[in-house]
């Protein structure tokens, strides 16, 4: 048994760069460890991705570099691996005041 940050059903529009590729994707959930996606290309566990994407009230785009962790056909989750201490801090922002809503605690076991 672990602990994991508590991921939360979102629906954001991402565009991700993976090699010399660029897609659409949509963000399905959010923690402040990371993200899952949706999207219509194959990636594979440790690919390095770049993802773009808006936070719902907030005008400036949300930019990283992430590891892909694992893939469940369509969806893959994707760890932050290099996200600027701003962006981080807008990403915990944004889960917290949605954990809020919720009413679940930022941390659940798996």
């Known amino acids: 048994m672990g602990i994991r940050p508590t991921r939360i059903p979102v629906n954001l529009k991402a565009t991700y760069y993976l090699k010399d590729m660029q ?3 949509r963000i399905i959930d ?4 990371g993200i899952g996606m949706e999207v219509k290309q194959i990636f594979v566990v440790g690919d390095l991705v ?3 994407f808006r ?3 907030q005008g400036s785009e949300i930019d990283f570099w992430g590891i892909v962790r694992n893939v469940n056909g369509n969806i893959v989750g ?3 691996e290099e996200i600027s201490n ?3 801090e807008r990403i ?3 889960v ?3 954990l809020l809503q919720s009413g679940r605690p930022p941390k659940e076991s798996y």
């Open 23 to 25: 897609g659409e994707g």
């Open 30 to 33: 959010i923690s402040t460890g």
């Open 50 to 52: 770049r993802i773009i």
């Open 55 to 57: 936070l719902p009230d």
């Open 78 to 80: 994707i760890n932050f």
């Open 86 to 88: 701003e962006n981080r």
């Open 92 to 94: 915990d922002r944004y």
């Open 96 to 98: 917290a005041s949605l």
